[in-house]
């Protein structure tokens, strides 16, 4: 089956420090991925869409400046918080589309992100 | 008002029994329903996927569909203690955004 992973799994930041998440689809090129945020007991919440070679297309509400999103390969997309506040320690997970399959998003591990 | 509504309980049952788990949504526009599961610190893990109205079957697993009341079910047949997790509906329209639901927790006592 296709295969997503995440890096780091789990990382502990300062505040006002920036901190790179990746996203990776390992046995398939996926044109689109998508980025989401899981607090404690709450759904997943979709930040933005990211698609290869184009900019990201951010959901009402999250700061595209607070969170930047690169899709630079078919098989990688990075998010990376800068200027973390405690507020932004959460789940972040992402999901790949099967090109063959575009009804269906297969999800990465997840990171829980802390900061301090 | 949410999007899309899931009781999030928790649900706890016995070995064996029938995990019934439901979701409602407001927004007319969705067509494809999903059924995530997802255990503790994971990402989730589609179990089922269904278009428009309707039932499905995979193996112990029954997703319905009735889109005229906006509700969606999934039963869980022979619960198992394996099958304890986070249930998560999904459902979207001809775009690809996911709308989730908050996701039931469920216990299978062994």
């Known amino acids: 089956g296709a295969v997503v992973s995440q890096h780091p799994s789990w990382v502990i930041c300062k505040s006002g420090t920036s901190v790179k998440i990746e996203c990776r689809s390992l046995d398939f090129q996926a044109t689109t991925m998508f980025w989401y945020r899981q607090f404690p007991k709450q759904s997943l919440m979709l930040m933005a869409t990211?698609?290869?070679?184009?900019?990201?297309?951010?959901e009402q509400g999250v700061e595209k400046d607070k969170f930047l999103i690169n899709h630079a390969s078919l098989t990688l997309s990075t998010l990376t918080v800068t200027s973390a506040h405690p507020e932004d320690s959460s789940f972040y997970i992402c999901?790949?589309?099967?090109?063959?399959?575009?009804?269906?998003?297969?999800f990465g591990p997840g990171t829980r992100l802390t900061v301090l | 008002q949410k999007e899309v509504e899931q009781d999030p309980g928790p649900l706890s049952v016995p070995e064996g029994a029938i995990v019934s788990l439901n979701c409602t949504y407001s927004?007319?526009?969705?067509?494809?329903f999903m059924w995530y599961r997802q255990y503790s610190r994971k990402g989730p893990e589609l179990l089922m996927y269904?278009?428009?109205?309707g039932n499905k079957e995979d193996g112990r697993f029954t997703a319905q569909v009735d889109k005229s009341s906006k509700y969606i079910s999934l039963f869980i047949r022979d619960s198992q203690p394996s099958d304890s997790a986070t249930y998560l509906c999904a459902m979207r329209g001809d775009d690809y955004k996911l709308s989730f639901g908050a996701g039931t927790t469920v216990t299978v006592r062994a």
């Open positions: 990211s698609n290869e070679g184009s900019k990201a297309t951010y």
């Open positions: 269904t278009y428009s109205s």
């Open positions: 927004n007319s526009a969705f067509q494809y």
């Open positions: 999901s790949a589309l099967l090109p063959v399959d575009t009804d269906t998003q297969y």
